[in-house]
């Protein structure tokens, strides 16, 4: 039967491989499932679309909308809204003792003649052909290890039966295994994808009214910075099991970072808020060690209220449950007039995108001064955003919502691209005696590309490799996995000839075994620590800490200098060199440049200037 070439429109799973699966280089879909599709497209002269093809899983949200006439890739126990009939089963399938099937929902937007006709083909479809498709799509184009003489017939079949069988295993293990990667060992919680698909089921129903999203947080970097990443993973995995133990048998809870979270049954969201507010008291009450106001609590966001966009839900609940723990109250609900700021950030989040694309974020250098001459040795790169609407913005609007919601890595290797220019600029005006230094935060620099992406970025200047310095933050709460790859990443971009500094040293737990365990080339000592040096136990500390660099041969740099006393106490303790607005303020680097190459290098009457 021709149709005339009618367009058809499919959903697809991007990651059922090798049934089917989203192939980035191509941007199509592939697989066993996408194959059989177009064979019976062109048999039946379908035009046979998969609507906007892409890494995320859009099956559940495109269903609900009535924007395709097929959705593929399915498992058995999954559930679409708008389906027509019962599911097209391709093929069964027993994988670890599990019974599972493969199948096609038919939407009701789809002609009534497209789903006879697809039915009507796979009926013709044997389980045979679907063996061998699947045995040619994971690599093996016939059976391994064959006896002479067994004929296709029973014994044959039996033996690709046991090799389907084994691959659909795997490909259940695998999906297993990332879904635990996602995990952290021992929590016992779901995982986030699996959440984020039940979000989207029930967002865009009628039973949304009778949900909530619930998110409780969990001041873990706050914690390991002060105590360290054991204590930080104890607190972790005791909210992980209070949110266990108190969940409804209908509730479904999965992490996210610092974030528990769980999407809760219950019509009234204020029984939702009780519940939460019960369960914040009981983590602050019962955690062993102790815990402060400040360090857990949670925000509530009713379905019926919410955005159907998971991301968008996800954020504005974790910025109310991050806004309790700042104001030391234990659960916060969403939508109030309290969220106003949380609303704005999403908005500037929405934005950010955007301004790197459009260069919008500025370069600021703000000076260092030798401890001795108070000359200009070197700068700092800093960010600003020119913002459209807002104006001018200071990092302290925008880095923590990048670092919040992962996307620092952006901002952080643009900013090495500027400082990379900057140097490139004043080595063309033969200027070889200043360094410029980099912020990055631990989530970059302990990535597992981040000294190859460093090192790209860098071989396209030719300033000297040394007048380029790193400065990564403390390692605070981190896994040895990832110490590990932040010791590498030290190791690699030092044996490229730039240098890397703790930043805001001294300010945690683990600053000293951060020390011994990675090679450094300098210390910036933490701002607090300069602030309270006034006192004798402040003095003691900061002289320990610098004789302790200068012996193992690193240079040390103070921030936050400020006054007289403090530029007497550290040169006293002969800190190599100061930083702080008694010196400079950030100056956008036009500016810093034409200062530099002025010759206008000695601030020593700043030293001594209080305006």
Not at 49 to 68: C, H, I, K, M, S
Not at 84 to 105: C, H, I, M, R, W
Not at 186 to 205: E, H, P, Y
């Amino acid at each position: 039967m021709q149709t005339g070439g009618t367009i058809i429109y499919v959903a697809g799973n991007p990651d059922l491989s090798p049934l089917e699966y989203y192939d980035a280089e191509s941007q199509t879909y592939q697989g066993v499932i996408p194959e059989f599709l177009a064979a019976f497209a062109q048999e039946y002269g379908y035009d046979l679309r998969y609507f906007q093809p892409g890494t995320d899983d859009r099956r559940a949200e495109l269903a609900e909308n009535q924007q395709v006439d097929l959705i593929s890739g399915c498992e058995a126990g999954d559930r679409y809204a708008h389906v027509d009939g019962e599911p097209l089963v391709l093929f069964p399938s027993q994988a670890n003792g599990e019974e599972t099937a493969y199948a096609l929902f038919l939407t009701r937007v789809s002609p009534a003649s497209f789903q006879a006709d697809l039915r009507a083909y796979a009926a013709r479809t044997s389980q045979a052909e679907w063996t061998g498709a699947i045995l040619q799509s994971a690599g093996e184009t016939q059976p391994q290890q064959v006896p002479s003489g067994l004929l296709w017939g029973a014994g044959l079949a039996v033996l690709a039966l046991a090799v389907i069988t084994s691959i659909l295993a795997l490909l259940l293990r695998r999906r297993e295994k990332e879904r635990g990667a996602q995990d952290r060992s021992g929590d016992g919680l779901g995982s986030l994808d699996t959440l984020k698909r039940a979000f989207a089921n029930i967002a865009r129903g009628p039973a949304r009214s009778q949900y909530s999203l619930v998110c409780i947080h969990l001041e873990l970097d706050q914690t390991g910075r002060l105590w360290g990443f054991e204590r930080a993973r104890a607190l972790f995995l005791h909210g992980a099991q209070l949110l266990r133990r108190e969940a409804g048998a209908g509730d479904l809870a999965a992490h996210c970072g610092e974030d528990l979270l769980l999407l809760k049954r219950a019509a009234d969201p204020q029984e939702v808020l009780g519940w939460a507010d019960g369960v914040v008291r009981q983590l602050r009450d019962t955690f062993p060690a102790g815990l402060r106001p400040q360090d857990a609590a949670a925000g509530v966001y009713p379905l019926a209220t919410a955005s159907h966009d998971f991301q968008q839900t996800l954020f504005h609940v974790s910025q109310c449950a991050r806004a309790a723990c700042r104001t030391g109250q234990t659960c916060r609900l969403c939508g109030t007039d309290q969220c106003r700021p949380c609303q704005e950030r999403w908005e500037l989040l929405d934005d950010l995108s955007d301004a790197l694309e459009r260069n919008a974020f500025q370069l600021y250098v703000q000076f260092f001064v030798d401890a001795a001459t108070f000359r200009v040795v070197g700068g700092e790169a800093l960010s600003r955003w020119y913002h459209p609407r807002l104006g001018l913005l200071n990092p302290s609007r925008y880095v923590p919502l990048l670092e919040e919601t992962g996307q620092i890595e952006r901002l952080d290797l643009y900013g090495l691209e500027q400082a990379c220019g900057f140097l490139e600029d004043l080595r063309a005006h033969q200027v070889q005696d200043f360094f410029i230094s980099c912020n990055f935060s631990r989530m970059t620099f302990s990535a597992p590309d981040f000294a190859r992406r460093c090192v790209q970025v860098v071989q396209r200047y030719t300033f000297p490799r040394k007048f380029l310095i790193l400065e990564v933050t403390e390692s605070q709460q981190m896994a040895s996995c990832e110490m590990e790859r932040l010791r590498q990443n030290i190791r690699a971009v030092r044996e490229n000839g730039m240098r890397v500094i703790f930043d805001d040293f001294g300010a945690g737990f683990s600053s000293f075994r951060d020390l011994q365990a990675c090679p450094m080339d300098g210390l910036k000592l933490d701002k607090e620590l300069v602030d309270h040096m006034q006192t004798e136990k402040g003095q003691i500390i900061l002289k320990a800490l610098v004789e302790v660099g200068h012996r193992m041969g690193l240079t040390i740099l103070a921030e936050g200098v400020e006054d007289e006393r403090q530029i007497a106490l550290l040169q006293k303790l002969h800190c190599d060199a100061f930083q702080g607005f008694r010196f400079a303020v950030p100056l956008p680097a036009a500016e810093a440049k034409s200062r530099i190459l002025r010759g206008d290098r000695s601030l020593q009457d700043r030293a001594h200037d209080p305006g």
